[in-house]
């Protein structure tokens, strides 16, 4: 499953994705409740590291892949949308390996 560059991206995709949900519709729900004010802090510090760690993943691909510009700018917006990476995903890449694997 991880034998390429771009299946490792898309695993980073997916955990930078469910990161931001996290942070979004639990850590600050709790903050707010006074339930666990310090889960923001926790979900938080995540969530920049795994951003961080997208951010340098994409701009390697854009490099190496020969990516258009368009993808890496477009991932980087979605990336701001909850449940944004989980959407690119099914309709990009998995339509990239579905056509990748018919011409194989």
Known sequence: ???????RFRLLLWLQGLSYVLLLFVAFPL????????A???FGNIYGFLFL????FMVSLYTTQKWRLRR???LFFV???PLGNFIYDL???RKLDRSRSNKA
């Open 1 to 7: 499953m991880l034998h390429s560059t771009l299946s």
């Open 31 to 38: 903050r707010e409740s006074g339930i666990m004010p310090q």
């Open 40 to 42: 923001v802090t926790w």
């Open 53 to 56: 760690m997208y951010l340098l």
């Open 72 to 74: 890496p700018i477009a």
């Open 79 to 81: 990336s701001f949308i």
């Open 91 to 93: 309709l990009v890449f």
